[in-house]
């Protein structure tokens, strides 16, 4: 297999667990003679390689060959991994799409740690068929309750990876109920082939934390070391610790700071004791279970998936997880924390214990090496090897494998370069940006709250936009100028049961595609079907002659474009499929725009690729239930727009707008009809550079 990894880390040094567990896993793939290249950033803010130049000498101090400069990136071999260590981070999304195309990888493989998710967008971008999703860290997921940002975009995102691999089951499991995503949990092969030395020393060595920062417990780690000023305590500041926490640990007499190493024994060779109270949700702590494979005990918080790392070994003691974070970051581009206040006398006691229990801490200390040498001897490549070459690609048009769906038109020119933008962005950027997303209120409206969802089953009010469609359809009912049609070029062999099947599941799942909007009262209402059968009829022009069947289907297209709906009776969804061979057809929706818009429409795309896979291979539906509908967002839109809230609103804009033409007035070549005809044309200009 031709295997690339894509991650908005560095790659050299290695000092973050995710980092090292994907660089070993590639190294170990290498090893067993597989085609492996990496992406990554050749520097960055949250690690010891800040500039250019730190990361050239890291390089030359670890005698890594380079194999070629470029002004856009380095390249080296390490380990038999071909390396691409981008200058300019901004560049990195683009450069991902180059080599995507230029390696033709059999799989993609895309770290979640990146804020934004650009990799995994570049990486869709180029190949959408071939993406696996490596998921180290909760909180980068864009969904669930430990996610720094939720996004429904971003999750749709995730939603389109060929496959998901997590660490340890408590992070499959997250996956499963918070996005509905079947993951696979498979154990990195990052500990090698040994031998492990037994490092555990009852009287010797640092009471150690790794990145002490705030989300990895350094209050507990700080207040520790103040109860036991006879106690020497170590820190090994990485891509957490700030200068305010190295600050910290520099004012105790008793705290020492060690340097990071790409060999965790150098940190082990100094450590009696591994203390990890961490306070956000932890995926597969890997330093736990490499310090219990060197006997070091270890006194973890249980946070996440760090009992399951611990393989029930003591000593595991609850903490306050975080829950909330600032709307700012620190220096290093990460979300500030509110830190719970936490019970120190539990770590003060167990330390205390292990410290002064000769016998306590060798029994602990063998235990622990112990169960992980048997875990060890389990792990391996292999079950990698095994899952990506069972993975079933997502359906693309390009690969022609009949369950592709590719819409006219193409993606936004400018989408990739706002997410490089954000990508680039200092960490004062980033503050000003979150604070004004995450602002609650503007000008004294009062808060803008979560959006419930609506009781009962009686009529419902429109959105402002829906009623300003509705309206619109009132004074001339029946006009085709507010239809949206989509047609998706469906390549290769079809299953158009389960085609149907996908198209009937989407009007089932969305219940905006069940309205439809009649009187009551005098007054619109939305009326949601409990059911709603969309039928799937077909039109054959394999018949006709080869050269009249795209004039013939482009003419149907504009013929479905213009047919009307009825807003009060509906339907208002239609579907059409037009054969044009036996491994060529067209799909053809029409919607009403009141029921839908442009952003639904990548909506409807990527959850008829995602139900055409799942139906056409006899499973069920991967999609989980919607929590809000669209009308739920109708009820409270009307419920918090209103009174004071809609008077300012209105008051605003009516001074935006004063003095605004009642009509717009261009200097075009023909008289403005009396009578709006929609009659028009356009004409394509190329611009030069």
Known sequence: MKILLVQNMIYVPTHGGASKANRLLLEGLAANGHSCRVVVPAFGTQVSVKTHEQFIHALETRRIPVTSVSPEATV??????????????????????????EFGPTWTLVSNDDPGMLMLEAALEADSSRVVYLVHTPQALPFGPKSFLQNEAQTDSVRRAAGIITESNHVKDYVKRWGGLDAAAIPFPIYGSGPFPNLGRFDKGYVTLINPCAVKGISIFLELARRMPDVQFAGVPTWGTTEADRAALKRLPNVRLLPAADNIEEIFSQTRILVMPSLWTESFPLTVREAMLHGIPVIGSDSGGLPETKLGIDYVIPVKLIERYEDR?????????????????????????????????????????????????????????????????????ERGDGSSATPAGGQNPGTADLRSALGNLS?????????????????????????????????????????????IDQLEPGNPAYNNTDAFRLTGRLDREALERTINEIVLRHEALRTTFPTADGKPVQLVAPELSVPLPLTDLSRVPAAEREPQARRLVAEES????????????????????????????????????????????????LLYKAFSAKTPSPLGELEVQYA?????QREWLRDDVLEQQLAYWKRQLAGAPAMLELPTDRLRPAVQNYRGTYQSVTLPK
């Open 562 to 609: 213009q047919r009307p709906f009825d807003l009060a009776r509906g339907p208002l969804v239609r579907a059409n499929l037009l054969r044009l061979g036996e491994e060529d057809h067209i799909l053809l929706l029409a919607l009403h725009h009141i029921v839908s818009d442009g952003w639904s429409g990548g909506v409807l795309f990527r959850e008829i690729t």
């Open 76 to 101: 080296f071999r390490y380990n038999n991994v071909e390396v691409h260590a981008v200058t300019d981070k901004a560049r990195l999304y683009d450069y991902v799409i180059g080599q995507v195309s």
């Open 329 to 397: 970051f620190d220096e290093l581009g990460n979300p500030i924390p509110i830190i719970p206040e936490q019970e120190i006398s539990p770590w003060e006691e167990t330390l205390r214990k292990l410290l002064s229990d000769r016998a306590l801490y060798e029994r602990l200390s063998a235990d622990s090496r112990d169960a992980a040498l048997k875990f060890v001897a389990g792990v391996g490549v292999a079950p990698f090897e095994d899952y990506l070459e069972n993975l079933v690609p997502m359906p693309t048009a």
């Open 427 to 471: 960490s004062a950027r980033l503050e000003l940006l979150a604070r004004r997303l995450k602002k609650k209120s503007v000008g004294g409206l009062k808060t803008v709250t979560a959006i419930p969802r609506r009781s009962g089953t009686d009529a419902i009010p429109l959105s402002f936009v829906q009623q300003r469609l509705w309206f």
């Open 632 to 636: 739920d967002y109708a009820v409270w």
